[in-house]
């Protein structure tokens, strides 16, 4: 049996800051699953099975996995087979596809919907999000797609939730600002960071007002509140790690925050998010959104102008 499955990568709207030893996130947090305009951008992943003993081979972007990196995948496997009493040997070969930021999220999400279509469980969205889990802290959101929500306010029982669609938002168009660094400060250093930071506090007690800011931003039709909230929310990640004594934006990811700022100066709609990576996400719609186009061109940053994505899902 053969299965292919494709998911998004993602983004940040609200900065995933820490998380509990099982990657569930520390406080509710949002994101946007993303593609190019092409739909491009995205993780494929292929399982082939055959009847076994659970034995897995892992190929990612061609190059197989040791088997001490496969921990978390068998124990994914582990509850596919306790739920359907099925064993199979696995060949799993996910691929990025143009993907510069949020592949984990994707790649843990494309491959448990490939594993629910092999072993024919009947998990539902919510619980195959919590497996997916298990490979990445915020891979809910590209298991639903659109602009998302992780809720943790029962931990240790959380949930994701769609809060808009891909249709929802057709009309935002999305900037993938790209800088190349050798190097990223990892989700790890992030976490440890942040928590040990006296202003983290302040963080946890601000993120309840400024989701209530976005999803009150999309309800009444007002983005420059949903936006504004969602930037106010990552700097607020960002200072925290800088303050910290790490730094994720570099010196040219800094100037392209300023840049934002300055064309937002101009009355023209423009904010921007960032997550742990080098790329600096850059929102707007409407008219205003080919002229910063325009704006971000004459300042020399290059750019992949993306659209808001739908949730993993079987193409074949």
């Excluded at 068998?74 to 691929?95: A, H, P, T, V, Y």
Aim: proline share 3%; with cysteine; charged share 25%.
């Amino acid at each position: 049996m053969k299965v292919t499955a494709v998911a998004y990568p993602t983004i940040p709207v609200v900065f995933v800051s820490s998380a509990y030893p099982n990657r569930v996130p520390l406080h509710n947090s949002m994101g946007l699953a993303i593609t190019d305009l092409r739909g491009e951008v995205r993780t494929e992943t292929v399982v082939e099975a055959k009847e076994g003993s659970g034995n897995v081979e892992f190929f990612f972007d061609g190059k197989q996995l040791e088997p001490d990196k496969l921990d978390d995948t068998r124990k994914i496997m582990c509850i596919f087979e306790d739920k359907s009493g099925k064993k199979f040997d696995l060949k799993i070969d996910s691929r990025n596809h143009n993907i510069y930021s949020g592949s984990s999220d994707a790649g843990a999400a494309a491959l448990v919907v490939a594993l629910q279509e092999i072993y024919g469980t009947n998990f539902n969205r919510d619980q195959l999000a919590e497996i997916s889990m298990i490979l990445s802290e915020s891979s809910i959101r590209a298991m639903y797609g659109g602009l998302n929500e992780i809720n943790v306010d029962g931990y240790p029982h959380f949930y994701g939730r769609m809060i808009a669609s891909e249709k929802d938002l057709k009309d935002l168009r999305i900037f993938g600002l790209t800088f190349d660094y050798e190097s990223r400060v990892s989700a790890a250093q992030i976490f440890q960071a942040t928590r040990a930071n006296p202003f983290y506090q302040a963080r946890l007690d601000m993120i309840p007002t400024w989701i209530g800011e976005i999803k009150l931003g999309l309800l009444t039709n007002n983005w420059d509140k949903t936006f504004m909230a969602a930037e106010q929310n990552c700097a607020n990640a960002h200072y925290l790690i800088e303050t910290s004594g790490l730094r994720c934006r570099k010196k040219e990811m800094m100037e392209a925050c300023i840049a934002v700022e300055e064309i937002r100066d101009k009355g023209i709609s423009c904010y921007w998010t960032a997550g742990g990576g080098r790329v600096i996400n850059v929102f707007s719609w409407g008219d205003d959104a080919e002229k910063v186009r325009k704006e971000l061109e004459s300042r020399g940053f290059k750019y992949i102008e993306c659209r808001v994505a739908s949730g993993a899902s079987i193409v074949k």
